[in-house]
């Protein structure tokens, strides 16, 4: 696979750009800045870096004085009126990505005391047993973590942290904020429910280097359906394909190649007459559905197909 495979599946994700540089999940409008900049890595592995520039100054000019983003936009209006502590942090790793493909450190500098904002904002969510609440609202900090939203927040770290390094400023946090004991902890049930049926709290952890082999082979029973990619959720028999491409890179990070390009082989069957992918597909029901494709499932199979293909032509300018 090369980048032409690609191409429609890139111009479609501009396509859904506003022109003051949100990328919506799709033509009506909603847009978070989690999935913004996940679209905003796959635009980086494009160089498309027109359409990146607008996209990073989207969620700049959003950020409040606290350096956080709210949770969820629509038409450009913020629609959700609470932050989560993922949001506006995962900024660091497209920001970083770009680094990775076009070595400028003038952009990192430029952008740098933005950034360094966001990373206390960031780090205001951080309990006293080191744990990160998941959401701020008006009513203060919720009082429990998401094992996903708190990976994220890890890997968000560690973008800072490289990107410090690179340009010579000072980084404090050195240690990493998750380990895999803290992963256990109940404390990561939304509302005393437990969220292990849903994939995302069992690969992302491997995201961050968490895990071992009993933790992939308890991955791939509980969500891989063969031929068909990974469940989002344990009980509904529904492959979604931002799942999919991500547990490709979590795996393919795991060492586990040969079942992560037969994950992504399954998945890119979905790609429409169009060269789009649709957001998922439902195999009791033989349908895709919703009935729609998302910008950022399109960003997480153009990163899977990074990191399984490189590309960019180099091999490490893809982190998540």
């Not at 994700?13 to 009506?28: F, H, L, P, R, V």
């Not at 796959?42 to 989207?58: C, Q």
């Amino acid at each position: 696979m090369n980048k032409k495979d690609l191409q429609s599946a890139k111009d479609w994700i501009i396509s859904n750009q506003s022109s003051n540089g949100a990328i919506y999940w799709d033509e009506k409008g909603k847009c978070d800045a989690w999935d913004h900049c996940e679209c905003l890595i796959a635009l980086a592995i494009f160089e498309e870096w027109t359409a990146f520039d607008r996209g990073i100054d989207w969620v700049l000019n959003n950020i409040n004085s606290e350096g956080l983003i709210y949770s969820e936009f629509n038409l450009n209006e913020p629609s959700k009126a609470f932050f989560e502590a993922h949001h506006a942090a995962y900024i660091f790793l497209p920001i970083l990505q770009r680094y990775l493909i076009d070595g400028k450190k003038e952009y990192l500098k430029k952008r740098f005391k933005e950034l360094r904002t966001i990373y206390k904002g960031m780090k205001s969510f951080q309990d006293d047993d080191g744990y990160f609440c998941w959401a701020k609202s008006s009513q203060g900090y919720a009082d429990n973590s998401l094992i996903t939203a708190s990976c994220s927040v890890e890997l968000s770290r560690r973008a800072y942290k490289y990107i410090s390094e690179i340009i010579g400023e000072n980084f404090a946090d050195n240690e990493d904020f998750l380990n895999k004991e803290m992963l256990a902890s109940k404390k990561f049930n939304r509302d005393g429910i437990d969220r292990s049926r849903f994939s995302m709290d069992s690969y992302y952890p491997l995201l961050c280097g968490y895990g071992d082999q009993k933790d992939i082979t308890v991955l791939l029973q509980n969500f891989y359906i063969e031929g068909l990619g990974i469940k989002c959720v344990i009980e509904e028999p529904w492959v979604t394909l931002a799942e999919s491409s991500e547990c490709v890179i979590a795996l393919l990070k795991s060492g586990e190649k040969e079942i992560a390009h037969k994950i992504f082989n399954d998945i890119v069957k979905l790609k429409n007459k169009n060269g789009v992918f649709p957001t998922g597909y439902q195999y009791k029901l033989d349908l895709l559905w919703p009935d729609e494709s998302s910008t950022w499932t399109n960003a997480a199979v153009i990163m899977a197909a990074d990191c399984l293909f490189d590309l960019t032509g180099k091999e490490k300018a893809i982190l998540i």
